[in-house]
């Protein structure tokens, strides 16, 4: 198994609301990442999860609460998101945490609208 | 700080045509990425190399580590190859991949 599997594909909220993306992955892999990225840009790395502890946080505003209840799970909490957090979160994993050795593999993404 | 161009930005090739998409980075690195994106999202992982060159059916990467560059090369193109190329680079000392600004390849049939 060779996958990252995200849900879900596609969700719209409103500022008031709070709702969960999952991530997960069944490679074993030690490393676990969210991006963020909006269209047409490149991907920008928000959080990542090592040993499933948290060890990279890229100044990420509180609303978004990332998880991570055991290697093969990620998750992202949302809560009082803006209308600019629209955007496609794309989860990743490695086997290792570093980036000189990691190939990345890559959910399909969940396609965020805040309204 | 590293920084990672990619050129073409958008690129456009007939069907069966070769096509080279350019990677340049700016200080030395630990591995090269290259990325596939398709419409609606998902990424996948093309190559990830060091040195030399890696192939994979009608794929070809290259890197050249004296000049801070890599190429992705596809042969015999087809439509389904339309999606944006993204290059990605790690050094030894950063914590995360620095990535290019992507090229938009299309090809027609």
């Known amino acids: 198994d060779t996958e990252v599997t995200q849900t879900p594909k596609h969700l719209v909220m409103g500022m008031t609301n709070k709702k969960s993306l999952k991530c997960e992955q069944h490679m074993g892999h030690r490393a676990m990442y969210w991006y963020k990225q909006k269209a047409k840009k490149p991907p920008e790395l928000m959080f990542v999860y090592s040993y499933e502890k948290l060890s990279i946080n890229e100044s990420v505003p509180s609303r978004f609460s990332p998880e991570c209840p055991n290697s093969s799970l990620l998750n992202l909490h949302l809560h009082a998101l803006q209308p600019e957090d629209s955007a496609l979160y794309l989860c990743a994993s490695s086997q290792s945490g570093l980036v000189r050795t990691g190939e990345l593999f890559f959910g399909e993404g969940s396609r965020l609208t805040v309204l | 700080k590293n920084e990672v161009e990619q050129s073409p930005q958008n690129l456009t090739a007939q069907e069966g045509e070769f096509i080279t998409i350019n990677c340049s980075y700016s200080?030395?690195?630990?591995?090269l990425h290259w990325l596939q994106q398709h419409p609606g999202g998902g990424i996948v992982s093309l190559f990830m190399?060091?040195?030399g060159k890696k192939k994979h059916g009608r794929l070809i990467a290259t890197i050249n580590i004296q000049e801070k560059h890599s190429s992705l090369h596809i042969t015999a193109s087809h439509p389904r190859d339309s999606a944006v190329y993204i290059c990605?680079?790690?050094?030894?000392?950063?914590?995360?991949?620095?990535f290019g600004s992507g090229t938009q390849l299309t090809v027609l049939p």
């Open positions: 990605a680079s790690g050094s030894g000392s950063a914590r995360q991949l620095t």
């Open positions: 200080v030395g690195i630990s591995a």
């Open positions: 190399l060091s040195s």
